[in-house]
């Protein structure tokens, strides 16, 4: 079914409460709680957003240094690009330049999307020590503009690489949000492969209402690295 704003934030709430106490993003290990990327830690003036065309690093997110010791590596298939969209006081059309009303941000003001692609995996590490693996007990993540029902979901897989669970985003519509997440008993979440819709952001012209979707992504929140 549907969700409103007001219900996808009191569902994200729960789902964050239920993983436990928030940790700060520091390059430490700590035995219960949830991390978080609202994808503002970019600056206005960092060269990375949907108006330069530059791709966002993968490994923003997964260093050993505060505010980026996340935990999280991000990765896609070749030709795919990872994408912010622009902030306001850059000057550049915001949401990925797609049509007023397709987009808006859950967590003000940027969004994450995919171009040439539809597919992103996020692969758990240690935040104390980006270069060992690690394990989750969840993950969730708000979805912007889901329009076709079965067409965003996130994959979520073991330590050997298989599929433990599957969870669809439910549809929102141009303009809402939608939360996906499953939590484990126990950190067994390796990595999560989330497909955003059918095409990339750089395609919504091609949206049909029935089978093709551009959907971007907001905040994403997981279980402390393991």
């Given amino acids: 079914g549907s969700q409103a704003e007001g219900d996808v934030a009191e569902t994200f709430a729960r789902f964050k409460a239920e993983l436990g106490p928030f940790n700060p993003p520091r390059p430490e290990n700590n035995a219960d709680g949830f991390r978080a990327i609202d994808w503002d830690a970019r600056t206005a003036t960092d060269a ?42 850059s000057g550049e059309p915001a949401n990925f330049g797609v049509p007023a009303g397709e987009f808006a941000a859950f967590s003000p003001e940027r969004l994450f999307g995919l171009a040439n692609g539809n597919e992103v995996s996020v692969t758990f590490m240690d935040p104390a020590n980006p270069a060992l693996p690690a394990t989750v007990d969840g993950f969730g993540a708000v979805f912007a503009g889901n329009d076709v029902p079965g067409s965003t979901f996130i994959e979520y897989f073991d330590l050997a690489g298989r599929l433990v669970y599957r969870v669809d985003a439910p549809v929102a519509g141009d303009g809402g949000f939608s939360f996906a997440g499953a939590a484990f008993p126990s950190a067994i979440v390796a990595r999560v492969r989330i497909t955003a819709g059918s095409l990339g952001v750089d395609r919504c012209a091609e949206e049909d209402g029935a089978a093709l979707d551009c959907v971007a992504m907001d905040d994403f929140v997981y279980g402390e690295p393991q």
Avoid: H, K
Wanted: charged share 20%.
């Fill in 48 to 89: 990375v957003s949907d108006d330069v065309g530059a791709m966002f690093p993968g490994d923003f997110f997964n260093q050993g240094t505060f505010p980026r010791a996340r935990g999280a590596m991000i990765t896609m298939e070749p030709g795919t690009m990872m994408r912010l969209s622009a902030v306001a006081e």
